[in-house]
């Protein structure tokens, strides 16, 4: 991934594709510690990507349904690539612990909602997506 600051320990092809089905849907890439920094200042959804088959299969698609028609800023950061961003992003998330993938919703500064691996893992596309809405619909 050119340009950016990444520690590629998974093939580069499947970030990729991870990362450019996120970027479709609006969340633009935050790779750095100062990109997390300059970024997470007004109303926006974060999504921590991952390469599992939870994001894949459930979370990147239920994101393709709910985000793209949203007028919301929305940014992600990479979970075992973008290490550095992903470690400020969730310095950032507070009582929440680490996890990936992850969906947090940041209104007035301050965690609104969070929708953690649990929130995904084993749950129909159809459920995340109901997740997703009900806290989008926070920042409108």
């Given at each position: ?25 609006g969340a633009s890439p935050l790779t750095s510690r100062d990109d997390v ?104």
């Amino acid at each position: 991934v050119a340009g950016q600051n990444v520690d590629m320990t998974y093939p580069e092809p499947v970030v990729n594709k991870h990362r450019s089905r996120v970027e479709a849907t609006g969340a633009s890439p935050l790779t750095s510690r100062d990109d997390v920094e300059g970024g997470l200042r007004e109303d926006c959804v974060v999504v921590v990507n991952s390469v599992c088959g939870c994001a894949a299969n459930t979370l990147i698609p239920a994101l393709e349904a709910t985000l793209a028609d949203r007028d919301i800023t929305a940014y992600q950061v990479f979970a075992g690539v973008d290490d550095e961003a992903t470690a400020a992003a969730r310095n950032r998330f507070g009582e929440y612990g680490p996890s990936s993938p992850a969906v947090a919703i940041i209104k007035d500064g301050e965690i609104s909602s969070y929708i953690a691996r649990e929130d995904i893992l084993r749950h129909e596309q159809e459920d995340v997506e109901g997740l997703l809405r009900t806290s989008f619909d926070t920042l409108t």
